[in-house]
């Protein structure tokens, strides 16, 4: 009964580490220049759909390999931050 290969924790790692990458280049925007405001705004405040860029094609090839258990995780590791994500806006603009 094997369900794929590859590991849901390394998928969740691949998700969140390309997730600080994104925060940190959405920081360097802001301290780069005022004029960069609106993507810094983008990459930060709508993490969770901007995500949705590398985190399909990473999703495919992973299918693609064979490592169904690190792409599930993969998924799993966008969905929660599309919800913490939706949550945090929810809070704001309440």
Do not use: E, H
């Amino acid at each position: 009964m094997n369900d794929g290969r590859g590991s849901i924790i390394a998928g969740f790692a691949i998700c969140w580490l390309l997730n600080i990458a994104q925060l940190g280049t959405g920081w360097l925007l802001l301290v780069a220049d005022v004029r960069m405001l609106p993507a810094y705004y983008v990459l930060i405040g709508a993490v969770g759909l901007v995500q949705a860029g590398y985190v399909v094609p990473i999703w495919r090839v992973l299918v693609r390999k064979g490592k169904s258990r690190t792409a599930r995780g993969v998924l799993i590791a966008a969905g929660i931050t599309v919800l913490l994500n939706a949550v945090a806006a929810a809070v704001v603009l309440k």
